[in-house]
T-cell receptor, first 114, second 118 residues
């Protein structure tokens, strides 16, 4: 069973601070990694994808990948109240029997306090 | 470019009935994946269709099935509904989808269908 683990939170940070969200995965063969944001009552929205070790920056968001440690993280700089949401980590890997799938963590709830 | 659309948005059924959900992907996207989201289990992969063929499959029973049409629109069917099938059903659209090793497979979700089984 492929597993993707996230701290469920809630993670509370003050407005303007850096929010750090972490994710670990069990399958060393995992190939692609994604962060989705899900507001309450809405569907997940893709915010970052990362495919190789290192950092990838997009505006206030930075994704970090360390395949040796099987760890992926998301940093949100200058956090805003509008960033308050549940953040889902997703990992793409071979799941057996000829199938590939995207496996999601259960999400970390982030609350940015004004 | 229009996003992913799903119909209906809300559905109430009783145990033992069957239900069909529909998903229209982003124009030009050929892959449609289906997911079930519940508070306890989170987002779980059901299956993926590409060019009218089921290409990848998760660990759900055979009561869950799907199909894809030549215009890439997809339907998901659940037969003999159980109380535990109450969930948000999401479809995700992708240009190439879960295409095997080395593929880039960003997926974009529709708004979902909220299914309640009584």
């Amino acid at each position: 069973q492929k597993e993707v683990e996230q701290n469920s939170g809630p993670l509370s940070v003050p407005e303007g601070a850096i929010a750090s969200l972490n994710c670990t995965y069990s399958d060393r063969g995992s190939q692609s990694f994604f962060w989705y944001r899900q507001y309450s009552g809405k569907s997940p929205e893709l915010i970052m994808s990362i495919y190789s070790n290192g950092d990838k920056e997009d505006g206030r968001f930075t994704a970090q990948l360390n395949k040796a440690s099987q760890y992926v993280s998301l940093l949100i700089r200058d956090s805003q109240p509008s960033d308050s949401a549940t953040y889902l980590c997703a990992v793409y890997a071979y799941s057996g029997a000829g199938s590939y799938q995207l496996t999601f963590g259960k999400g970390t709830k982030l609350s940015v306090i004004p | 470019k229009a996003g992913v659309t799903q119909t209906p948005r809300y559905l109430i059924k009783t145990r033992g009935q069957q239900v069909t959900l529909s998903c229209s992907p982003i124009s030009g996207h050929r892959s449609v994946s289906w997911y079930q989201q519940t508070p306890g289990q989170g987002l779980q992969f059901l299956f993926e269709y590409f060019s009218e063929t089921q290409r990848n499959k998760g660990n759900f029973p055979g009561r869950f099935s799907g199909r894809q049409f030549s215009n890439s629109r997809s339907e998901m069917n659940v037969s003999t509904l159980e109380l535990g099938d109450s969930a948000l059903y999401l479809c995700a659209s992708s240009p190439r989808g879960l295409a095997g090793e080395g593929s880039y497979n960003e997926q974009f979700f529709g708004p979902g269908t909220r299914l309640t089984v009584l």
